[in-house]
């Protein structure tokens, strides 16, 4: 069966075309992300002792933990998932994206490696800051800023290694500008955010410790 993906050439020996629309895939998706942004503000909403830029940063954490344990991890784990025939939605997601970069569907080393790290080393501690931002933990801006820097670092090798590959891995403009760019650029600009709210954070609290040893003294 011929495939849809760039460059042309690309051997996929057993390929099983999408059966899902890319509307029933992008509708399951951002309909699945809502329930979980939903549930975690609500339920976040119950204690007043967080703000609601607290809040939203969970809903951040849960959204984004569980798109690299789910997504990304079956993903990782899941060597032939285009030759999959039931219809399996997680799948179908990984065939359409690929349509945006074919080095998924081609197994490429550097996209395997940061996606199984990413899925097993920041989705676990992304549900950690759900629970370190809503317990008040001294640890959560630190581990915050921790997961930031590794997401800020598997993007830009993403993008980076395409480039020196040559950058022509998408169907056609209008995957490449949103799956390839639109929808990775949120792991860019909210990480970014987060880094540098939290080095302020620390900053300030270790400025704080030693101004106070400093009038001990």
């Known amino acids: 069966m011929e495939h849809p993906y760039v460059p042309r050439d690309l051997q996929l020996p057993g390929y099983v075309p999408v059966s899902l629309s890319q509307s029933t895939i992008l509708t399951v998706y951002g309909l699945s992300s809502l329930l979980v942004v939903s549930l975690v503000w609500f339920l976040s909403g ?123 891995f998408s169907a056609s403009p209008f995957y490449y500008y949103a799956y390839y760019v639109l929808a990775n650029s949120f792991w860019l600009l909210i990480p970014s955010l987060i880094a540098i709210r939290c080095w302020k954070k620390i900053s300030s609290a270790v400025q704080s410790q030693s101004q106070k040893k400093n009038k001990i003294r």
């Open 46 to 168: 119950r204690s007043r002792n967080i703000s609601k830029l607290d809040r939203l940063l969970m809903c951040w954490w849960a959204f984004t933990g569980l798109t690299h344990i789910i997504l990304e991890g079956y993903f990782a784990f899941s060597p032939e998932f285009y030759k999959d025939k039931t219809g399996f939605y997680l799948a179908e997601v990984w065939k359409e994206y690929s349509k945006g970069d074919s080095r998924y569907a081609g197994r490429d080393s550097a996209i395997v490696a940061v996606e199984g790290m990413t899925s097993v080393l920041e989705g676990p501690p992304c549900l950690l800051a759900v629970y370190a931002i809503a317990k008040g933990k001294g640890y959560s801006y630190i581990l915050q800023f921790a997961i930031s820097l590794g997401q800020l670092y598997g993007t830009f090798v993403y993008f980076i290694t395409a480039y020196l590959e040559g950058d022509n």
